[in-house]
């Protein structure tokens, strides 16, 4: 479980760092609209929840490891 926490933290981390990439315009959004705001938002909010989601199973994955010892 250490291994998979490891994991997903490298994860949620390299996301956290693609949305403030996506955030400050140095990486293209990938979604094409019509707006030019609106792609970044998107991309940005997808890039944060992603490593939210990512994060938080990190820690579950710590607890749960640190629960069976």
Do not use: Q
């Not at 890039?47 to 069976?68: K, Q, Y």
């Amino acid at each position: 479980m250490r291994f998979l926490a490891l994991v997903l933290a490298i994860l949620g981390g390299l996301c956290t760092v693609m949305g403030i990439l996506t955030a400050v315009e140095v990486i293209p959004a990938f979604i094409v609209g019509a707006e030019a705001t609106s792609p970044v938002a998107y991309n940005t909010a997808g890039w944060g929840g992603l490593a939210v989601i990512l994060l938080l199973g990190c820690i579950a994955a710590l607890h749960a490891h640190h629960g069976h010892e």
